[in-house]
């Protein structure tokens, strides 16, 4: 079993920035690729980024390109999401999952292990 738990979201206008990071327990962190989703009130889980198990490639959604950035620390056991220039429509909330798979990075169906979530919500 993997255990995350993500930390980091809050409130933020409009414009800001916040760093999200999800910290890993159970099992070997750089086993596993990471991902980052998010959940809007009465909308599906849709991707947001995603991570290989040593870093060294990333994914994006084309709604976050240029603004989020993904990254791990597998000495930390942790992956982190950095946000910036934050949208009304990013507010949701933000889940870290982990994956042992190497196919599929961009599915939520391809995770194996979720995290609780983070609430990020944007005033403008």
């Known amino acids: 079993q993997v255990q995350l738990v993500e930390s980091g979201g809050g409130l933020v206008q409009a414009g800001g920035s916040l760093r999200l990071s999800c910290a890993a327990s159970?099992?070997?962190?750089?086993?596993?690729?990471m991902g980052w989703f998010r959940q809007a009130p009465g909308k599906e889980r849709d991707f947001v980024a995603a991570?290989?198990?040593?870093?060294?490639?990333?994914y994006y959604a084309d709604s976050v390109k240029g603004r989020f950035t993904i990254s791990r620390d597998n000495a930390k056991n942790t992956v982190y999401l950095q946000m910036n220039s934050l949208k009304s429509e990013d507010a949701a909330v933000y889940y870290c999952?982990?994956?042992?798979?190497?196919?599929?990075?961009?599915?939520?169906?391809?995770?194996?292990?979720w995290g609780q979530g983070t609430q990020v919500t944007v005033s403008s």
């Open positions: 159970g099992r070997t962190f750089s086993n596993y690729a």
């Open positions: 991570i290989t198990r040593s870093g060294g490639t990333t």
């Open positions: 999952a982990a994956r042992s798979g190497v196919i599929g990075p961009t599915s939520k169906y391809t995770y194996d292990y």
